[in-house]
T-cell receptor, first 113, second 116 residues
């Protein structure tokens, strides 16, 4: 039972293009929504995160859009670069109770020249 | 700072063998976690320890045991390995002043385990 559904599974984008990854959740108790980036052979690392009381958060070329009523959030990577090629995971957490993160299934992004 | 250190990096086991995956963090974090990563399934929580002296089951605990040896170390044990436990295992710790809201998970670089 996947509490956080992520799509697409894989994505190929041309250099300079926009990469968009989508996630949806069911548990309305989630109150923290991070995105993690993982390079081959490494552990995931926090990329950007958002709280449900804001609709958008931007850090450099990375933007999270959050739609509380639809229970959806997405990651947009502007001006995608080959160095952005990695696996991206959305996640959600209920604060307290061990602060456990529930992850999506991951999106493998490849940015081509 | 080394962050989160996992050993070994690679391991091959035969069905029925046992082993312990080691994890240590040097960030003085209270909470530690074990995840497994499988293709198409993302990261799934096996066990976690909210603080020294406590451990709790996650989403997929069957076939595993854990020990929070002290604040720094959190080990994962496979008592009788099965092919279904072939996976990449990640240990993580949770930082921040209160270890809560907005605190990022810090991951190790994983242990790639194959059970034949």
């Amino acid at each position: 039972q996947q509490q956080v559904k992520q799509s697409p599974q894989s994505l190929i984008v041309q250099k300079g293009g926009i990469s968009i990854i989508n996630c949806a959740y069911e548990n309305t108790a989630f109150d923290y929504f991070p995105w993690y980036q993982q390079f081959p052979g490494k552990g995931p690392a926090l990329l950007i995160a958002i709280r449900p009381d804001v609709s958008e958060k931007k850090e450099g070329r990375f933007t999270i859009s959050f739609n509380k009523s639809a229970k959806q959030f997405s990651l947009h990577i502007m001006d995608s670069q080959p160095g952005d090629s990695a696996t991206y995971f959305c996640a959600a957490r209920v604060t307290g109770g061990g602060n456990k993160l529930t992850f999506g299934t991951g999106t493998q992004l490849k940015v081509e020249l | 700072n080394a962050g989160v250190t996992q050993t070994p990096k690679f391991q091959v086991l035969k069905t029925g063998q046992s082993m312990t995956l080691q994890c240590a963090q040097d960030m003085n974090h209270n909470s530690m976690y074990w995840y497994r990563q499988d293709p198409g399934m993302g990261l799934r929580l096996i066990y976690y320890s909210a603080s020294e002296g406590t451990t709790d089951k996650g989403e997929v605990p069957n076939g595993y045991n854990v020990s929070r040896l002290n604040k720094r170390e959190f080990s994962l044990r496979l008592e009788s390995a099965a092919p279904s436990q072939t996976s990449v295992y990640f240990c993580a710790s949770l930082g921040g002043i209160r270890g809560g809201y907005n605190s990022p998970l810090h991951f190790g670089n994983g242990t790639r385990l194959t059970v034949t």
